[in-house]
């Protein structure tokens, strides 16, 4: 059996949440990240039939029957996955009932995955219908899309516009858009079948007022699509205030989308 330690994914996910932290979208414990692994990869660091414990997800995942994710954990710091991935992440499979989580590997000290694991796995599930490729659905509180929360409506097509006006390459990054719910509690089951409404329709769903969620292939993809909305937001919240001299044109914008072939919300111009 390999070194888990060593697995890449163990890797990519201490260096992904440790960037996360430093780039000050993860304050405490906010923020989660959830990913579905390969069985016959996992299955080279980790005895599949071992069952440390079993979880209890709270709702039924019949779809997720038998996938294996890595998820961080409830309560647990993004600062500190890297110094001890063991105590805040954890892999788990979907038992066959789809109600509950076969840990693996993690949760060292007692604990259990993120709070919105609904919004996670009822994402994958919606992400999955639409992308049989998807594998990653990230949460975090950037601050300049959050900023941005309380001085813009939280509209949809008005707050894509917003931010695709903001940088020359938002329409071919997030063609798709950003959908947006409004205030709600999280840690719900209402809140995670509200977000994967939205993830039908959309790879980036805002949170108002609480965050935002990604969903893409890899934790890079994924990192990607956040990480431009937020340098998006960013320009918007340092511009907002001063006199609007120029501006990319939705011609303009038409024409990126066209260019690079890219399948844009056309209802969200206007031409
Ligand atoms: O897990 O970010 O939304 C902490 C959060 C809750
Ligand atoms: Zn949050």
Not at 241 to 265: C, Q, W
Request: proline share 3%; aromatic share 10%.
């Amino acid at each position: 059996m390999k070194d888990i330690f060593k697995a890449p994914f163990v890797e990519e996910m201490k260096k992904m949440t440790a960037n996360m932290y430093r780039l000050g979208w993860d304050e405490r414990n906010g923020g989660n990240i959830s990913w579905m692994l390969d069985e016959e990869e996992v299955g080279e660091y980790l005895d599949l039939s071992q069952v440390i414990r079993t979880i209890p997800i709270g709702f039924e995942a019949k779809e997720l029957i038998g996938k294996i994710f890595i998820v961080t954990g409830t309560g647990k710091y993004f600062k500190n996955v890297m110094d001890d991935p063991e105590t805040n992440l954890g892999i788990f499979k979907i038992a066959a009932d789809g109600c509950t989580a076969e840990l693996l590997w993690g949760y060292k000290d007692g604990g259990k995955f993120t709070s919105e694991l609904p919004a996670h796995l009822m994402s994958h599930m919606a992400r999955l219908s639409v992308d049989p490729e998807n594998r990653v659905v990230m949460h975090t509180h950037p601050t300049y899309t959050l900023a941005m929360n309380y001085v813009h409506e939280l509209d949809e097509k008005k707050f894509t516009h917003s931010l695709w006006e903001m940088c020359t390459e938002c329409i071919v990054v997030f063609p798709d858009g950003i959908g947006v719910l409004p205030w709600m509690l999280c840690g719900t089951n209402s809140i995670g079948e509200a977000t994967a409404e939205k993830m039908k329709e959309f790879r980036l769903v805002v949170w108002g007022m609480h965050g935002i969620y990604g969903a893409g292939k890899s934790l890079d993809e994924t990192f990607g699509l956040i990480e431009t909305v937020e340098k998006a937001a960013q320009i918007y919240i340092l511009t907002a205030h001063l006199p609007r001299v120029n501006t990319i044109k939705d011609s303009e914008m038409k024409e990126l989308a066209e260019y690079f072939g890219v399948n844009y919300r056309k209802d969200f111009l206007n031409l």
